[in-house]
């Protein structure tokens, strides 16, 4: 694209007044005006056809892969010109709302050699994936009355992450306080199913591990130790529907479920085992292979970035069965949920009864505060009492959903969000110790 860039404009706009002057003063030379015009629109086409090409013009985009919500980074802009590069350049780049500029969104870079560098500095404001899909660059000709402006599409993405400076140092305060189960072998006896050696019997020891076949054929009581598997897979369901979307505390509960299922898979890495990540509303969105070790930490980050929030319901059937044909051995299943009432949930409980028959299913529901306030603050006109109704009976009602899924097989965590995280890593360990896997 090309058009008159200011100075032209200015050019046009100066001209206009002596010409209208020469035009009151002698209208028979009213023809002088356009001969200015003429001359501006010839000089603007000298300059056009003078000014460097948009096919010799390459740009290039970069920048950290990712960055935590409230975080800081640079984004790297390069543009390099092949043959007679303009003295200067103006850009700006285009982005979404996970991002802000700092600053401004563009500016002016000089050209040395053909080539000129710009950093932009932007803040990640809210989490998943940040897109810079567009840039826009223009330059002058050597008059500067014709600026050229091309558009360059861009594929280039940031993970915005939750933020996790708590999460190492949560999961390695857990870990200490709490060895994990399989992270080597286990000596005490009922730590596991694996055998590992068969001892004499100590005062202390569990009397239900004591192998009665072999002692008697030794003459004293002997005891099998065995120690917890590791290598068990863990996949966190993440719902990304409406409910989950609402704000809790001023972040999203999604936000928060996410954060909660990196600091047990910090942990579940830690301890060896095989971690996925599952995301759903009205159908499956993020369906990763399990992965294991510490480094993979990252990678999981990554994939966290791209659960993005949504306004559609959730479809439990569907994504629970597609979950269910994914699994080939018995897993942990972690389901990130909320939900209102029985009537919404029902399509959820004919399902977790499949899914329990198989694997072991946990459902971390975050506490509701707000409605808990509501139930409980005492009443001091009449709209007070309607709302504490109210409130009440949509507990009694989230309560019998939670017994529900107790029945079906399932555990059930309810923390408030603020503990959701320390409190699933708990239960990971607990069911780590007693080998429930």
């Not at 897109?131 to 861009?154: E, I, K, N, S, Y």
């Not at 990540?277 to 999981?300: I, N, Y």
């Not at 059937?317 to 044909?325: K, P, R, S």
Request: charged residues 25%; contains cysteine; positive net charge.
């Amino acid at each position: 694209m090309i058009y008159p860039s200011r100075r032209a404009v200015w050019l046009g706009a100066a001209g206009a007044l002596p010409v209208l002057l020469v035009a009151l003063a002698r209208p028979e030379a009213w023809y002088l005006g356009l001969l200015w015009i003429c001359l501006l629109l010839a000089l603007l086409l000298v300059d056009a056809a003078a000014g460097a090409p948009g096919s010799a013009l390459s740009s290039r985009v970069t920048s950290q892969p990712q960055v935590p919500v409230g975080g800081e980074f640079a984004l790297e802009l390069e543009a390099r010109f092949e043959g007679s590069p303009p003295r200067r350049l103006e850009l700006r780049v285009g982005h979404d709302a996970r991002v802000a500029p700092s600053g401004a969104a563009g500016g002016t870079l000089a050209l040395d050699g053909g080539v000129g560098r710009l950093a932009l500095d932007f803040r990640a404001v809210r989490r998943g994936l940040a897109g810079f899909d567009r840039l826009w660059l223009r330059w002058t000709g050597p008059f500067g009355l014709a600026m050229r402006q091309v558009v360059h599409p861009l594929d280039h993405a940031v993970a915005v992450l939750p933020a996790l400076d708590r999460v190492r140092d949560q999961a390695i305060a857990l870990l200490q306080r709490d060895a994990l189960a399989g992270e080597r072998p286990q000596f005490q006896t009922g730590g596991g199913h694996e055998f590992e050696a068969l001892v004499e019997y100590q005062p202390g020891m569990a009397r239900r591990m004591i192998d009665w076949k072999r002692s008697a054929r030794h003459g004293k009581l002997l005891v099998r130790e065995q120690r917890a598997e590791r290598n068990n897979a863990v996949v966190f369901a993440v719902d990304c529907g409406r409910l989950m979307c609402e704000p809790l505390d001023g972040l999203p509960k999604m936000d928060r479920a996410v954060a909660a299922a990196l600091l047990n898979a910090f942990v579940a890495l830690r301890g060896g085992d095989q971690v996925g990540l599952f995301g759903f509303d009205s159908r499956p969105r993020l369906a990763s292979g399990t992965v294991r070790g510490a480094g993979s930490f990252d990678q999981l980050q990554r994939l966290a970035a791209r659960l993005d929030y949504s306004t559609e319901e959730t479809n439990y059937t569907l994504a629970l069965l597609t979950l269910a044909g994914r699994l080939e051995r018995r897993s942990l299943v972690v389901v990130f949920t909320d939900f209102v009432d029985p009537t919404s949930a029902e399509l959820m409980l004919r399902t977790v009864g499949r899914l329990a028959e198989r694997h072991l299913v946990i459902f971390a529901l975050m506490k509701d505060a707000e409605l808990e306030a509501l139930a409980d603050r005492r009443p001091e006109r009449a709209e007070d009492v309607a709302r504490a109704v109210t409130a009440g009976a949509l507990l009694r009602e989230r309560r019998v959903v939670v017994g529900r899924l107790r029945q079906l097989g399932a555990h059930v965590l309810e923390a408030d969000h603020r503990a959701l995280g320390p409190a699933l890593v708990e239960r990971y360990l607990a069911i780590k110790r007693e080998s429930l896997l």
